[in-house]
Structures are given as C-alpha cells and as structure tokens.
C-alpha cells in the first residue's frame, strides 16, 4: 500500500485530493485523504499514488475541489453580468437519469446514430485499435457505450471515469459481474479541467473513449488543449476513439435539444434544484424556462435557462435579480464537420486518422493514433 492517510486524517485541506476506495463488493467505502504531496506529475496528468492491488474491481474518488470551491465557482458564474453555469453541475443522480431518458428521444439523434455506427462498423473500428488496450471511458455515465466494445475489443483494463460518481459505482458493480475477466477501475472525478489518473491504471496502449460528442462541451480552444493533454497521457501505442456531432440543418439540431415531451427541460431545469442543493440557493423551478436552440453563428448548441417573470435568487451571503427574459447561460454543445475535427486532431499531433459516419452524415466516429 502507498502512503495514503487513514480516515480520521480526513479534513478539509488546500491542495488534498479525497480518494475513496471500494472493496470487492464495493458496498463497504474506505476514505482516505491524499496530500498533494502524494501526487506527481507527468506530462500534466497527475497520478495518484493509489494502491496497485490485485483486486479486479477498484473504486476510486478523487475530488480535487471541495465544497466551498464548488460554491465560489458557481456563485462566480451566478453574479456575472451575463450569468452562467458549467454544464458539469447538470449531473447530480437525478441528472444523470434524465441526460439517460433524452437519450431515448426520437429528438435526440446523437445516441442512437452513434450506436448505428458503432453497430455497422464496428469490426473496422476494432481491427484499427487492435488488442490489448486499457480503454480508459471519459464520462462513462452507465458504461453501456464501451460495455457494447468488450466483446471485439477484449480490453484488459477498462477504467470508467465520471463525475457522478454514485451512479458509475452501481453501473460499474453491475458491469463487473457481467465481464468478471476485465480488470475494472473505476474513478469518480472532474476530468474537464486535469485529466487525473492513479498509477493502478495501467500506461500500455491506452485507448481514450470519449463517445457521445461531449467535446462539444468544450470551446474548440479547450477541444485542442484536452487532446494534446489525452495524447500526452499515451505511451507510443496509445490512441482515442472518440464521437464527433456534425454540422446540419437547424431545425434538426433545434427540436433535438428542446424536444417535444420536455425531457431537456427537465433535466436543464434540475440544474436549480441542483445548486440549491449545492449552494443554499431559493431558485423557484417554476419561475424559469427552457431554452435551447443552435447558433450557426458559433457552430453550437446553446442551453440556457430565462427568467419568466422576475426573480430574485439569494443564497446565504448575497442575492441577485434576474429581470423578465433574462438567462443564464448552462450549455454549450459544439457541432463540427469532418474537415474542422480532423484540423482539430492533427493540431493536437495525432496521426493516422479513421472516420465513420451514418448514412444521414449526422455524427462521426474517429479513431486516431498517438504515433
Ligand atoms: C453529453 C454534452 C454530449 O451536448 O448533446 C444533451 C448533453 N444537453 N441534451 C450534448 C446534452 C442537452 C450532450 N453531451
């Protein structure tokens, strides 16, 4: 075992990560806290020097910001003249129900397009990967996306990463039971700023999955700097497989992010149940609307939650009014098309570029080498 502090050492520390380990069954939650000290840095990804034990099944949590960071950070984006929320606070347990119901959507074409692709080409993909990857899956949510790969891919390792961390731990204990011949780690953390791994995850032929176009979170600025930081992440067999969403007409885009039975509504508005939750707000979920529309302009969706009538948001050391029509700004979704993601790929150094799109030419699959 490395040196990581038993329990009663736990207290809110700067510079600490909070690392929880599961057991087997991994019902029974051992915390321990990790100095930074602890932690070192290589091509700027952190590892965590977490135990290499033998146990097929690992949890690990590691929460570089703790609560009051969490509130500063969204009362920052709440008092901004133009206000606005990371997308990452739209996945508390309840978001991350209803991000799996718009999945469903007849609206909502990404998820099933991508699963058409993954189905209808799915031998090319994995003759491009090869074996013996570690698949490491960046917003893994309920694995069901790479649990689909097992079978032609045969990871040794496959290691979840999500920041809603009790539902990938259920997804997760589920999952193992059905492949017990994979090595799983799984890691409950916010990749979208540092991408964090513990030594338990193996360095050979690291292969990022990073599906569903959740890039389009990112600015294309922050798209090239998460590549180089994946690519820099890889050994010289590494690679990324990851789902692009493309440029098309609006009405399409539109209706898939402000569907019919308000699925996308729900799942924008539980964002103020969130940060009430989070931050002691009052929002009253009744006062705001949905929007969601694409801006062509910008090559994105755009989510944002608008005042319905006024509303005067307080929270324990301060307040703000929102006027009638005004929004807060919670999504942006960036679409591409092949030309401008390839551009993307090579600037950020990867090689050896496969493309696999549907008929329609809706969405993109790639998969591109470190070498
Ligand atoms: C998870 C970021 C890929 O942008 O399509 C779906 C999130 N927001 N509907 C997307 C989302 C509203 C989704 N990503």
Known sequence: MPRIFPRPALKKRENTFVIRQYGDGLTEGKHYLCPANELSRRNGVIQIHASRGSRLL????????????????????????QAFTSPKYLYDALGSKLFEAICELPEYYPTRTEALIFKTHGRAIAQAIGSGTTLIDLGAGNCAKAARLFPALQPVQYVPVDISVSFLREALQRLQQQFPSI??????????????????????KRLFFYPGSSIGNFTPEESLAFLQRIRAACDEAGGLLIGVDLVKDKAILDAAYDDALGVTAAFNLNL???????????????????????????????????????????????????????????EN???????????????????????????????????????
């Open 58 to 81: 690992q949890f690990i949590q590691c929460t570089e910001q703790n609560d009051q960071s969490v509130r500063d950070e969204l009362l920052a984006g709440l008092s901004a003249a």
């Open 183 to 204: 090595v799983m780690t799984g890691i409950g953390m916010d990749f979208s700023s540092e991408l964090l791994l513990p030594d338990s995850v193996r360095d050979e």
């Open 272 to 330: 103020l149940r969130h940060m009430n939750h989070l931050v002691g707000t009052d929002f009253d979920v009744q006062g705001w609307r949905h929007r969601g529309f694409f801006n062509d302009k910008a090559s994105r969706i755009e989510m944002h939650l608008e005042a319905a009538s006024e509303q005067i948001v307080h929270w324990p050391q301060g307040e703000r009014r929102f006027e009638r029509g005004e929004r807060i700004h919670t």
């Open 333 to 371: 979704s960036y679409k591409y098309t092949q030309r401008s993601f390839t551009d993307l790929l090579e600037q950020a150094g990867f090689r050896k570029l496969s493309f696999w799109t549907d008929p329609q030419q809706w969405f993109m699959v790639c998969h591109a080498h470190v070498n």
